[in-house]
């Protein structure tokens, strides 16, 4: 395979019709090399249309992940308005910061309930669906191709945003949009997208560049989300919800539509391959219970445990950074809130950037490690900021907090053949899902908790967290670097064993 990722991408003879790929025994380096060295074979499937740029899944999931983003505080803020013109509330949300002595309105804390249980069921809903859909999904991927994996779940979001257009245009009940939620998880949902995006750059790349594409595909996450919640915000108060939500719909039309005319197929397709079988639950278990051997086993636990705990820990504090700014002593107005979630956003950016520098010259366990020192310390300063300038200065220490989940997608990925590759990310993108939930969950139920006694802990709390995967990591990098050290005292002395003879 070619070094280049363009290349790797764009060859018309690339990525051919082999059917098999042969057995490897459970060492781990034999899985990496195979996977780097196989050649593909054959025709490959073109899309029916070329484009003279190299065309990869990166807009895909940009534009995936863009309308997601734009969609759901849209339907929460609608949630919000129509609970409260159920109820009959018209008062506005009253800040603390602006006086604290007004008491609650009972009223306004239902409207508050209310939303909050169905944006759970809603969440819920679409959680328990897609546990079943991606990981069926994403292991068909592997023997049907990537390209009906990116399609399929871009039309779901589609087809779930069209149901909430119904819901606006016709004022039909809110429980509609329980119903459209589950229309896009029936179809493999955002997280398909996410597994097969990554699967295909792991088709497509070499171990050397794999960390840094799949970086980048991190990148496309947090500056489509930074354009998404810098646009919907202000489009909602100028215009109301439709247009956006149409918005909406035609950037997930456009992804799927992108992926069905430029998106060359990186997986040779079996025509026979079937959707719903046991089978690909049986592979996704297959990673890790009995395929590779014992070492790569214990090695893909561990990886995932940490990348686990580092999504949970990202999900959780991003739910808490607003509440945190709007409250005292702080106080901050919807400016400031932008300008701390645009620094959050930047972090993606700043964070591929120092990937690329570190790779230079430390190994990928390394800049994962600093990756979790800048996300630990800008959590301790978060968890003490009382000040606009303590707070920034958190953002500020967080420039390479997102160095780390790259690294760990790209060593999971390095550790299974191929043919794997597709039920590995989705059963990472299940494990995404669950961070999600579990980080909201917890983090939102810890931060009220401990208010009246350290406003912050939720954040030092985080922190402590982080130190268990920078603890996993590290150890499992001193034992590499101690294995290799004894292969190569051992193949040193092997040389000189085979020499003495001679002399």
């Avoid at 050649?39 to 990869?56: D, E, K, N, Y």
């Avoid at 699967?199 to 595909?217: E, G, M, N, W």
């Avoid at 992108?258 to 049986?282: G, N």
């Avoid at 983090?443 to 912050?456: D, Q, R, W």
């Amino acid at each position: 395979m070619e070094d280049s990722d363009t290349v790797a991408i764009l060859p018309e003879d690339a990525l051919g019709a082999a059917s098999s790929h042969p057995q490897t025994s459970g060492d781990p380096s034999e899985h990496t090399r195979e996977a780097d060295v196989t050649p593909p074979t054959g025709r490959s499937v073109r899309p029916p249309f070329s484009c003279w740029l190299p065309a990869s899944v990166e807009p895909v999931l940009f534009l995936s992940m863009f309308s997601l983003t734009l969609q759901a505080p849209l339907a929460t803020q609608y949630l919000w308005d129509r609970i409260s013109e159920d109820l009959g509330y018209n008062g506005s949300k009253r800040s603390e910061c602006s006086n604290g002595s007004v008491t609650p309105d009972p009223l306004q804390k239902e409207v508050e309930t209310l939303t909050a249980h169905w944006n759970l069921y809603i969440s819920l809903g679409g959680f328990s669906v897609g546990l079943l859909v991606v990981p069926l999904m994403g292991s068909w991927s592997d023997s049907a191709g990537r390209r009906p994996v990116l399609v399929l779940p871009n039309v779901g979001l589609a087809l779930q945003a069209a149901v909430y257009l119904l819901v606006l245009y016709l004022e039909l009940p809110v429980a509609c949009f329980l119903a459209g939620r589950l229309l896009s998880a029936l179809s493999g949902d955002f997280y398909t997208v996410l597994a097969g995006c990554f699967a295909y750059v792991a088709d497509t790349t070499d171990r050397r560049s794999r960390t840094f594409r799949v970086a980048v595909l991190e990148a496309c996450l947090g500056l489509s989300g930074m354009l998404a919640s810098v646009i919907g915000g202000n489009w909602r108060r100028a215009q109301g919800y439709i247009n956006p939500f149409w918005l909406v719909l035609a950037t997930s039309l456009a992804s799927a539509l992108y992926a069905y005319l430029f998106v060359r197929e990186s997986v040779p397709p079996d025509p026979s391959a079937k959707l719903i079988t046991p089978r690909h639950y049986k592979a996704v278990w297959h990673l890790y219970s009995t395929g590779g051997g014992r070492f790569r086993r214990r090695r893909l636990w561990l990886y995932t445990l940490c990348f686990f705990l580092v999504v949970t820990v990202h999900f959780g504090c991003r739910e808490l950074y607003v509440l945190y700014e709007l409250s005292s002593p702080l106080c901050w107005g919807p400016a400031l809130i932008g300008y701390g979630s645009a620094a959050q956003h930047l972090a993606y950016l700043s964070s591929l950037l120092g990937l690329k520098i570190m790779q230079c010259c430390l190994k990928e366990s390394w800049v994962a490690l600093v990756g979790l020192v800048s996300n630990i310390t800008g959590l301790l300063v978060f968890s003490i900021a009382d000040t606009t300038q303590l707070m920034f200065t958190g953002y500020g220490l967080c420039f390479l907090f997102m160095a780390a989940t790259p690294v760990l997608r790209s060593k999971l990925s390095k550790l299974v053949d191929p043919s794997e590759q597709g039920a590995l990310f989705a059963s990472v993108a299940c494990v995404e899902s669950l961070c999600y939930l579990v980080g909201s969950g917890v983090f939102n139920s810890l931060y009220p908790a401990t208010l009246h006694f350290m406003k912050g802990f939720a954040f030092l709390f985080a922190a402590i967290i982080l130190l268990f995967p920078f603890g996993i990591i590290g150890t499992l990098q001193c034992l590499d670097q101690r294995r290799d050290h004894s292969d190569s005292t051992g193949s040193i002395r092997e040389d000189s064993g085979q020499q003495d003879p001679v002399r």
